[in-house]
């Protein structure tokens, strides 16, 4: 398990991130229009999965404008903003904000924070994933790993995209 803070009192997650180097633990996600968004569909790709806890709230937000951004003039590079929300949700609130950089995957019906570790296991956010950053290569591997250490914070835009 893994333990980050929220507003700074601790809570633990359901496990650790996939270490750099070690092959991307597969995922099923619900993308935008409910099709099944995969590791595998994305496969030749580099990949960024941008993890956050609900696109409802104002870092979560952030970070999905900040990817889609900063992803827009990057080659072969997918953002993936994965969170707990209802495909829906995320469709909407990057119609509303013009985001069109990245796709969404929620979780609603799928194993992937327990898969990355990053479900949390206590807490007033139990079930929802903690905010994380993981870049996979063309080949699956893993370049880079962020558990950012307090929830209320942004994740380190420069060091994922550094690794691409």
């Known amino acids: 398990m893994a333990t980050v ?3 700074g009192n601790p809570f633990s ?5 996939p270490p750099v180097g070690s ?3 597969g995922f099923t996600l619900a993308a ?3 099709s099944d968004l995969t590791l ?3 496969s030749g790709k580099r990949v960024i999965l941008n993890v956050f806890p609900s696109v409802d709230t104002p870092t979560c937000a952030t970070s999905v ?6 992803a827009a003039s990057l080659d072969n590079v997918v953002v993936v903003c994965i969170s707990a929300d209802l495909p829906f949700a995320m469709a909407r609130f990057c119609g509303a904000e ?15 924070g327990d898969n990355y570790g990053v479900t949390f296991v206590e807490g007033p956010l139990t079930g929802l994933l903690s905010r994380s950053v993981v870049v996979v290569d063309t ?14 914070d942004e994740p380190d835009y420069d060091a994922a995209l550094a690794v691409l």
């Open 139 to 152: 080949d699956g591997s893993v370049l880079h790993i962020e558990q950012v250490g307090e929830t209320a």
């Open 40 to 42: 595998d569909s994305l």
């Open 23 to 25: 092959k991307a633990p």
């Open 98 to 112: 013009g985001i069109d950089n990245v796709l969404v995957g929620s979780t609603f019906r799928s194993s992937f």
């Open 5 to 7: 803070t929220l507003q």
């Open 32 to 34: 935008a229009d409910l």
């Open 13 to 17: 997650t359901a496990g650790e991130l």
């Open 65 to 70: 404008r900040k990817f889609n951004e900063k």
